[in-house]
């Protein structure tokens, strides 16, 4: 529904925005001149953009099947998200339900297998899965803290209601942003534009970003691997299987360093003694 809804939308924004740059030129709103350091140069830029209206025109079309196609692909992705959560969470419930007689199961398999090993390896995965699970909380949570702050520091209705959804949303790619991205757009239309601009800064600099720091050290605080181990498990497993690899990632890199861990740290066996010869 999400998917289909985002096409729709896009399809028809886009028709609607190539519609009126092809009727004449847009003027500059006045606020852009005002900006700080940066606001004459743009209202320049758009100035020149306004006088060629048969290039501007072809600048925006050519940017348009682009900006659509990433809408896109971002609804999907956001589709296929919700649709891996909803999985993830269904067969957790047979995990939680039967995780006792599993986990007893797995140990004594790995104790047969692999003796010491196999128990250090099990200790490993339950480690680095509670970081991770303590991790994107935790990230949740802050992400949620500093979007209620920017709500209130905006004036945006609702703060609270809106922080308690970037906290459910900041589990799931590109979950945020529909939330302040969305009072950025309540704020353009109410008129407050300056404030608009402040709520959008704010979600991109701070909110957003805040996930790339605060969650890659909270898992390694609460597994105690190091800091870019975790960083490359989380991104190389988002990459690799999507929302699900953030807990598949630094286990597997974990067990990767544990393993390495117990090799290098091993004793070299002992050289046999030479079989003397008798002597005649």
């Known amino acids: 529904m999400l998917v289909t809804r985002l096409t729709n939308s896009v399809t028809t924004l886009a028709e609607a925005a190539g519609t009126l740059l092809d009727n004449g030129p847009i003027h500059a709103p006045a606020w852009l001149k005002d900006i700080p350091i940066v606001g004459a140069q743009l209202d320049d830029y758009w100035q020149g953009l306004a006088g060629g209206r048969e290039e501007a025109a072809a600048l925006f079309h050519g940017l348009l099947e682009p900006a659509k196609d990433f809408l896109l692909i971002a ?37 047969k297998l692999a003796g010491h090993v196999g128990t250090d390896m099990l200790a490993t995965i339950r480690t680095t899965v509670a970081g991770v699970v303590h991790g994107i909380f935790g990230t949740a949570l802050a992400q949620a803290l500093v979007a209620w702050i920017g709500f209130l520091i905006a004036g945006v209705p609702g703060a609270f209601l809106l922080a308690v959804a970037t906290f459910f949303l900041s589990m799931v790619p590109v979950g945020p942003p529909l939330v302040w991205g969305g009072a950025t757009f309540w704020l353009f239309n109410q008129g407050d534009t300056g404030w608009a601009i402040f709520m959008a800064l704010w979600g991109i600099l701070v909110v957003s970003s805040i996930d790339n720091f605060v969650k ?3 898992i390694s605080l609460g597994s105690g691997f190091p800091l870019l181990l975790i960083i490359l498990g989380v991104f190389w497993g988002v990459v690799a299987f999507g929302f ?32 003397t010869e008798p002597t005649p």
């Not at 919700?82 to 004594?108: H, K, P, S, W």
């Open 75 to 111: 609804g999907k992705a956001i589709d296929q998200s919700l649709l891996q959560m909803t999985f993830a969470i269904f067969i957790g419930f047979f995990f939680f339900r039967d995780g006792d007689a599993l986990v007893e199961t797995l140990r004594f398999g790995l104790e």
């Open 244 to 275: 699900i690899g953030i807990f598949i990632g630094p286990p597997l890199l974990a067990l990767g360093l544990t393993l390495v861990r117990l090799w290098t740290t091993a004793p070299l066996p002992k050289p046999e003694a030479a079989a």
């Open 216 to 218: 890659p050290y909270l």
